[in-house]
């Protein structure tokens, strides 16, 4: 099955700096590639998402880059603001159905 | 904006008993799922739904889980003779046919005592 991998695990930058989170996928034949927000005692939020027929999309500070011969991804939050604190997954399907996710990146905002 | 609504919030239930995790999805969404988050760990897939039948399981969905949609806006996990392993945060989702996208629910914190 797939396997995403996520990191980093951990990351703080300073207000105003960027933020880049990375995932790696297995099956080549996933094509749909979601980032999820997740907030203190919330459930996973929708930010930005990519199908594999698209190699850039961009949503305001945020964007998502997809490289489909080296199976990886990436989250770009562009001037991090304090609100931007929170749990970031990203995740893979090739179904539409069933998600594998990587295991989440804390991100830490310092003002 | 619509959203996925899970009851309770947390249950704390012993060892050996049965629970039963509640949703309210989408009111037009068709297509909906369990998740569940260990402390600490990757958010799993446990089980789609789709048209009044089970679409995808995971090898985690043993014969402990089932799922029901008893009416028409309800979706609920029943966990039979819970263990400790099974403590963890469950998030309900659903999407419609025209969008991957999930949208998720608040989750239900379970924890086996």
């Known amino acids: 099955g797939e396997n995403v991998e996520q990191h980093p695990s951990t990351l703080s930058v300073q207000e105003g700096d960027s933020a880049v989170i990375k995932c790696t996928y297995s099956?080549?034949?996933?094509?749909?590639f979601p980032w999820y927000k997740q907030e203190l005692g919330k459930g996973p939020q929708l930010i930005i998402d990519i199908r594999s027929n698209v190699g850039e999309k961009k949503d305001q500070r945020i964007a998502v880059t997809l490289n489909k011969t080296a199976k990886h991804f990436s989250l770009h939050i562009t001037e991090t603001q304090p609100e931007d604190s929170a749990v970031y997954f990203c995740?893979?399907?090739?179904?539409?159905?069933?998600?594998?996710f990587g295991t989440g990146t804390s991100l830490t905002v310092i003002p | 904006e619509p959203e996925v609504t899970q009851t309770p919030s947390h249950q704390v239930t012993q060892m050996g008993q049965e629970v039963i995790l509640r949703c309210v999805p989408i009111s037009n969404h068709l297509y909906f799922y369990w998740y569940r988050q260990i402390l600490g760990q990757k958010v799993e897939f446990l089980v789609s739904f789709y048209n009044n039948e089970i679409s995808e399981k995971s090898e985690i969905f043993d014969d402990q889980f089932s799922v029901e949609r008893p009416d028409g806006s309800n979706f609920t996990l029943k966990i039979r003779s819970t263990k400790l392993e099974d403590s963890a945060m469950y998030f309900c989702?659903?999407?419609?046919?025209?969008?991957?996208?999930?949208?998720f629910g608040s989750g239900t914190r379970l924890t086996v005592v």
């Open positions: 989702a659903s999407s419609d046919p025209a969008n991957y996208g999930y949208t």
């Open positions: 995740a893979a399907s090739n179904t539409g159905n069933q998600f594998y």
């Open positions: 099956d080549s034949a996933s094509n749909y």
